[in-house]
C-alpha cells in the first residue's frame, strides 16, 4: 500500500514537472516568436515590408567592410516618385500608400537575390546593386523605370506616376557620405531635367 501511494506521489509530481516543463518551452517560444517579430519590426518600413533606413545604413556599413578586402562592384540607385505630394492631395494618403506598396512589391521582384533594397522615406527608395557591372545596372533600374510608368493604378482612378533616379558606381576609398552625396545629387539632376529618367555619374 506504500509502495503504491509513493508511486503515485511520484507520477503526479513527474505530471506537474512536465506540465512546467511544457510550460517553461512553450514561454520560451512565445518570447522568441516576440523577439523575432520586434526585430523584424526593427528593420523593416511597417508600410512597404522593406528593409527601412537604419538597415540600409547597417548594411551598406557591412558591404563597404567587406568591399575593401574583396573589391567586388557595388552601386546605390535612388528612386524618387514624381509629384508625389500632387498624389496625396488629389487622391489622399490611403491611395499614395497603395501606390508606394505596389511600387516597392515592383522593385523587389525585379531586383536580384544579391542586391539589397529599402525605403528611405516618404516615397524615397534605394536599391545597393552588388557584384554586377554598371551597364547591368543601369539597365536592371532603366526597366523598373519604365514598368513604373506603364502602371495604371486603380487606386488612382487609372491615372500613372513616374519615378526620377540616380545611380552611382561605388569608387574604394571614397567613403559612405561621398557615395551616398553623388547617387542623391544625380536624382536631383534627373528631376531638374525633367524627371521619369535614370541619371548616372
Do not use: C, W
Amino acid at each position: 500500500m506504500i509502495a503504491a501511494l509513493a508511486v503515485i506521489g511520484i507520477t503526479e509530481r513527474g505530471l506537474e514537472l512536465t506540465e512546467h516543463y511544457r510550460q517553461s518551452v512553450e514561454d520560451q517560444q512565445d518570447l522568441l516568436v516576440k523577439n523575432t517579430l520586434m526585430e523584424k519590426l526593427s528593420k523593416t518600413d511597417s508600410l512597404t515590408g522593406m528593409y527601412n533606413q537604419i538597415s540600409f545604413h547597417q548594411f551598406l556599413d557591412e558591404l563597404l567592410t567587406h568591399h575593401s578586402q574583396y573589391r567586388f562592384s557595388i552601386q546605390m540607385a535612388i528612386f524618387d516618385l514624381d509629384n508625389f505630394k500632387q498624389v496625396n492631395d488629389t487622391y489622399g494618403h490611403r491611395a499614395g500608400d497603395e501606390v508606394l506598396k505596389q511600387i516597392a512589391e515592383l522593385i523587389n521582384e525585379e531586383i536580384t537575390s544579391d542586391d539589397f533594397a529599402a525605403r528611405y522615406g516618404g516615397e524615397e527608395f534605394i536599391v545597393l546593386f552588388v557584384g554586377k557591372p554598371i551597364e547591368k545596372t543601369i539597365e536592371l533600374v532603366e526597366g523598373i523605370r519604365s514598368k513604373i510608368e506603364r502602371i495604371s493604378f486603380r487606386v488612382l482612378e487609372g491615372s500613372r506616376v513616374t519615378v526620377s533616379i540616380g545611380v552611382n558606381e561605388y569608387e574604394a576609398g571614397i567613403g559612405k557620405e561621398a557615395f551616398f552625396e553623388k547617387a542623391d545629387k544625380l536624382l536631383y539632376s534627373a528631376k531638374r531635367n525633367g524627371k521619369n529618367q535614370v541619371k548616372t555619374g
